[in-house]
């Protein structure tokens, strides 16, 4: 079915972050990891890994996916990000077709020679 404009808002502002942006990257590289391990590759604590991973949870582009005792394995959602993708291709094309009917009546209708 896809995003409706208010989960797809939520989509792109969980996006809107360079730290959550490489969270989701370095998630993605693997088969997933814990907010420790997801420190170790950034430059912000544990916490605040998990706080980033909270708003992507959140947003539907992240889930825990596995506890190994205290540990949690967080996964990347791909199906989230291809309905983001196609929520943004859809808003594009409505917007192609407002922009061409512009076009449209600005030009008026083609000369006669």
Do not use: C
Not at 9 to 20: M, N, Q
Not at 50 to 76: D, F, N, P
């Amino acid at each position: 079915m896809g995003l409706n404009a208010t989960e797809a808002s939520t989509v792109f502002r969980a996006l809107g972050d360079p730290t959550r942006l490489e969270l989701l990257q370095l998630l993605g590289e693997g088969d997933g990891a814990t907010a420790t391990a997801l420190s170790q590759r950034l430059p912000i604590t544990r916490q605040g890994v998990a706080k980033h991973v909270a708003v992507l949870s959140e947003a539907g582009l992240v889930a825990a996916a596995e506890h190994r005792g205290r540990a949690v394995i967080y996964r990347v959602r791909p199906e989230v990000l291809a309905e983001a993708s196609q929520w943004l291709e859809r808003a594009g094309a409505a917007w192609d077709r407002r922009l061409a009917r512009l076009r449209e009546h600005l030009e008026g209708p083609p000369a006669e020679n």
